[in-house]
């Protein structure tokens, strides 16, 4: 049985009730630019992972762009629909639902690190006696948030593929919101297995050590989308699409201890295996 947590729908309400009495803008604020990002880590995480990012973009457009992490993944799409962010960084997942709520939005291009896919993890410990996804019947579990790709949509299609029922499986199904928070988990024992994303596996065993046991391994999801909200001009959009496209040559970008190593500018094709999953038929 899954019980989701409940707090992410109502910080999306609070969240447009407040657009509605003190609207944000990119023109209000001036020359400076928002860049959004889904709430998949730490604050503190997010924005060290995406300042390399944000730094490239201020040095070339002349304008500062600062790092906002939203409350929740579907929060973003909100952000850039009524203009309270300018740019932003979603989930293989959270961009298809995004695009399917507000079409307007514009894909610009994919992360790479350094690759331009990653994977889910169904994971346990090794000193569990789970080995396989059939050693999970009543067992306890976690996933991050219902709006994540690896930590929820890709795990759930793995279990049903092995012929399991993902809403029946477990004695109880978690949500943890952050990747970290699901490998610690797992290694703590607080739940028997979990799912997240294989980016996360090495900062994952550097802090807890060796002990993790993968059971099933997703095929190549592509990573995250950059996007521009509608509202920017198109003359500027050509222009950051310039400084993404170059960004691999850029010295400054390289020389950052940032996990990204550039990016694909692809087309919107690129997530339409994200597109089957979430709406199979």
């Known amino acids: ?56 973009l201020s040095r070339k457009l002349g304008r500062e762009v600062e790092i906002h992490t939203a409350n929740s ?21 959270s961009y298809v ?27 346990a410990r090794k000193s569990s006696p789970l080995a396989t996804l059939a ?5 306890s579990f976690a996933y991050t948030e219902t709006g994540s790709t690896s930590g929820f949509l890709y795990p759930r299609q793995m279990i049903r593929q092995a012929g399991y029922d993902p809403d029946t499986l477990f004695s109880t199904a978690n949500f943890l919101n952050k990747h970290d928070k ?19 596996m090495a900062e994952a065993v550097s802090r ?12 190549p999801i592509p990573r995250n989308a950059i996007v521009a909200g509608a509202h920017l001009p198109q003359a500027l959009v050509r222009d950051i699409l310039a400084i993404l496209r170059d960004a691999e ?14 990016f694909h500018l692809a087309n919107d094709s690129l997530y339409d295996i994200i597109r089957q999953e979430v709406d199979p038929h």
């Open 182 to 200: 699901v490998y610690d988990a797992v290694a703590k024992g607080a739940v028997d297995a979990g799912a997240a994303s294989s980016t996360d």
């Open 135 to 139: 050693d999970l019947g009543g067992k």
């Open 208 to 219: 807890n050590g060796d002990v993790y046991r993968i059971l099933k391994q997703s095929t």
């Open 73 to 93: 993944y579907e929060e973003v799409g909100e952000r850039l629909h009524y203009k309270a962010a300018d740019l932003a960084i979603l989930g293989p997942k």
């Open 97 to 123: 639902e995004t695009r399917a709520k507000y079409p307007e939005t514009q894909y610009l291009a994919t992360c790479k690190q350094p690759e331009a896919s990653y994977h889910s993890l169904i994971i």
């Open 1 to 56: 049985m899954i019980f989701p947590v409940q707090t992410a729908w109502w910080q999306l309400l609070v969240f447009q009730v407040c657009l509605l009495i003190h609207p944000l803008s990119a023109q209000a604020a001036g020359d400076k630019l928002i860049l959004a990002s889904v709430p998949w880590g730490k604050d503190s995480e997010v924005r060290a992972r995406y300042a390399p990012l944000a730094d490239l």
């Open 249 to 262: 040559h850029d010295q400054a970008f390289w020389a950052s201890d940032s996990i990204l190593k550039g």
